[in-house]
């Protein structure tokens, strides 16, 4: 059979790089089809439309902290002395055709990207997903999550109006909290003293340059790393350790994946146009002699703000330096704790489990009880400390003491993540036993049958060979060490 011949541009590139080889072996690969893997798929679309709305951003934007004279469209603001970077937003917001709507996009974009990424590591956690072989993968996702993070609030800092002023106020004072090298790490990043000349010009370089470059190169390794790795996958009928079940690349997977991109688009474009986020004309120019009421940060970096206010303050001095503990303990100690646990925990359970097989087939929660409850309590604690960033709201809407609620919260935030691993593990291990009862009895189907003797019983139906394999999949045991005559290797 004669083999398709391909368009002669097609034909010249396949002389040279042999993209047709390629392409036939890497075109046709499987993907397995679950919704949780869609998570993932949101954080990279949500990128993508970032770096395209930032693009239209970036024209019109002016990085600048020289002082001029607003004579814009927004009246209430004509004639005050501003900074050109919050004049620009302004004239963006206002003037340009389709600014605020692209402004908008590009707001809520960054919080989708970085909550979408969030929630695709706790369905990683909770399913083992980060196993051998691919705690590299893993890593590499706590690294796209922090510099997501990072670049999210030089972002909305870069405007220079006041509610992004007093959150890089806070940050300045945190980096010059910093023992013996704080002043100086305040002055490399601001440029000297806060809030000087030169840092909107120095941050609008990290964030349109320098961490959207990491990010992509961390997202292309990512992905790289996955289709190496190949994909993986819940348990079912036909899905063992060592294959993938689901849709090739093209057509199917290619088109549901364009698909769900201009959804994901489309739901974020009417996002900015009617849920209003960041109206900076309402904040005016940042000044350092003031501060919004009730200022709050976008919810990423919420849980440092509320671990910042539950820190009691404490100070010690040294050979003449001051170490402000209220300062260094929540912002400086455990933030590189906490991610360093969280990043560390697949080689810190392959070293208590002693696990060190490859994984391609995920867990369902509950057969896996102390991760699951370790991923509770890590939740709780940062829900806690979340939680504690608005006490100050809380107090007011619901009439209650803001030094209650900060009570409640140092002691929750030390109480609650034991609980929640404690009941957790309690809940997964009882659904275990809920899924061997249905297993080994069927599902209840509240028809009472009598037996010959007189006895009377609920009737059972089975239950279907899907759901069998998802509950047992759990169970299957490591592969045996094999001899050269194909009989277990028997052990010492």
Request: net charge neutral; charged share 15%.
């Amino acid at each position: 059979m004669a083999q398709p011949q391909l368009p002669p541009a097609a034909a010249w590139l396949d002389d040279r790089l042999g993209i047709a080889k390629l392409g036939k072996k890497n075109l046709r690969k499987v993907f397995p089809d679950h919704w949780s893997f869609m998570l993932g798929e949101i954080a990279l679309y949500s990128f993508v439309i970032l770096i395209l709305t930032g693009v239209f951003l970036a024209l019109w934007f002016t990085p600048s902290m020289a002082e001029v004279e607003y004579q814009g469209s927004y009246s209430l603001l004509k004639g005050l002395a501003m900074s050109e970077a919050y004049e620009s937003t302004l004239r963006i917001s206002f003037d340009v055709r389709g600014g605020l709507l692209m402004r908008q996009i590009h707001h809520w974009a960054a919080v989708l990207f970085v909550a979408a990424m969030s929630v695709h590591l706790l369905r990683v956690f909770f399913t083992g997903a980060y196993r051998k072989p691919r705690e590299l993968n893993w890593l590499i996702g706590i690294a796209m999550l922090f510099f997501g993070i990072v670049e999210g609030f030089i972002g909305y800092s870069l405007p220079d109006d006041l509610l992004s002023g007093t959150g890089l106020r806070i940050s300045q004072g945190l980096v010059q909290a910093t023992p013996v090298a704080g002043s100086w790490l305040a002055f490399f990043i601001f440029g000297g003293q806060f809030p000087g000349d030169d840092f909107v010009a120095r941050f609008y370089t990290v964030h349109v340059l320098l961490l959207p470059g990491i990010i992509l190169a961390l997202v292309t390794v990512h992905l790289i790393l996955v289709v190496y790795h190949k994909h993986t996958q819940f348990p079912g009928p036909g899905r063992t350790e060592k294959n993938v079940v689901g849709y090739p690349l093209l057509p199917v997977y290619a088109a549901k994946a364009g698909g769900f991109f201009f959804v994901v688009f489309g739901v974020l474009a009417l996002m900015g146009a009617l849920l209003q986020i960041n109206p900076v004309w309402l904040y005016g120019p940042y000044n350092p002699a003031e501060v919004t009421a009730g200022s709050q940060p976008d919810w990423y970096m919420a849980w440092l703000d509320g671990a910042v206010r539950l820190m009691p303050g404490v100070e010690s001095e040294f050979w003449g330096v001051t170490i402000s503990w209220n300062i260094v303990v929540p912002a400086l100690v455990m933030p590189p704790l906490f991610i360093g646990f969280v990043a560390l925990f697949p080689f810190i359970e392959q070293r208590f489990t002693g696990d060190r097989r490859e994984h391609h087939l995920l867990d369902r929660p509950r057969n896996a009880p102390t991760r699951t409850g370790i991923g509770v309590a890590i939740m709780v604690f940062y829900g806690i400390l979340w939680l504690n960033s608005g006490n100050d709201l809380i107090a007011i809407h619901f009439g209650l003491s803001i030094n209650a609620i900060m009570w409640f919260c140092r002691i929750a935030v030390f109480v609650g993540p034991v609980l929640g691993l404690v009941i957790t593990r309690r809940i997964a291990i009882s659904l275990q036993r809920a899924d061997e009862q249905r297993l080994e009895h069927g599902l209840e189907t509240g028809v009472i049958v009598r037996s010959p003797d007189g006895a009377y019983s609920e009737k059972h139906s089975p239950i279907s060979t899907y759901e069998a394999y998802a509950l047992t999949a759990h169970r299957q045991p490591p592969a045996a060490d094999e001899t050269t005559d194909d009989l277990p290797a028997k052990k010492a």
